[in-house]
């Protein structure tokens, strides 16, 4: 009885593995002969390190010192699965007297090649408000072509949802009326959430999320511009990891938003 027991256990074990690999061999099979526009589009891009949300043919990222010397040359030629940087976001000044060291080198030389540049401020709500957007204007000239300034803010610094938002607005409007621009609003989703949601609509939004794909959409209701989807990103000409993003648009509808 005992025998008859373990020779159908035994069977019943082998039909389970044999049915496992057809099935695995079946999907293999399906992948190779499907067509290359039923492939999936969020495989991962082995060159860039990461997975790349599905839908979005324009690709940047943004920098700082924190990536010391860049070789935009390559950063402008790389492409991986037909995908390749469009736009470049680099930080150029934070509260009200520092400047980023690498900002000048970066925005020069990006002007010698094809990617469309823009510059960021890391902004603090405790300073003051014009003084930190008289920083920014003293280190950054937009020219045609340039997309609009960022105003970063990611910190409360112990100030009240009121406290914040009036300084903020006070900062945009500083660099609007400099630049004749709507500057670009740049936050995590927590942030965002907790003090500017609702405040600031009439502003571009770039939205820092790291949620995989269907979670962020599910998450963020926000009618967003930019989204930073990975912090861990690589390119060539690029030491280490890179911030990347994705803007809802098209190439077209990305130098419509640029300085005219």
Known sequence: MQKNQARLLFRLI?????????????IRLINFLRPTWLKPVTEKHTNFGIVLPAGYPVHGIDVSRHQSDIEWSRVEKMKSGGIGISFVFIKA??????????FDANWNAIHNTGLIRGAYHFYYPSRDAIKQAQNFISQVKLTTGDLPPVADIEYTNGKSK?????????FLKELEKHYKVKPIIYT???????????EFDEYPLWISCYYEEDRFYASCDHDWTFWQHSESGRVDGIAGSVDF????GSIKELRKMCIP
């Open 14 to 26: 082998a039909i389970i593995v044999v049915l496992g690999i057809a099935f695995w061999l079946s």
């Open 93 to 102: 000044a934070e509260g009200i007297t520092r400047q980023d060291p690498s």
């Open 162 to 170: 009121k406290q914040i938002c009036d300084g903020l607005s006070l």
């Open 188 to 198: 995590n989703l927590s942030f965002y959430n907790d003090f500017l949601k609702a």
């Open 245 to 248: 993003n994705v803007f809802k």
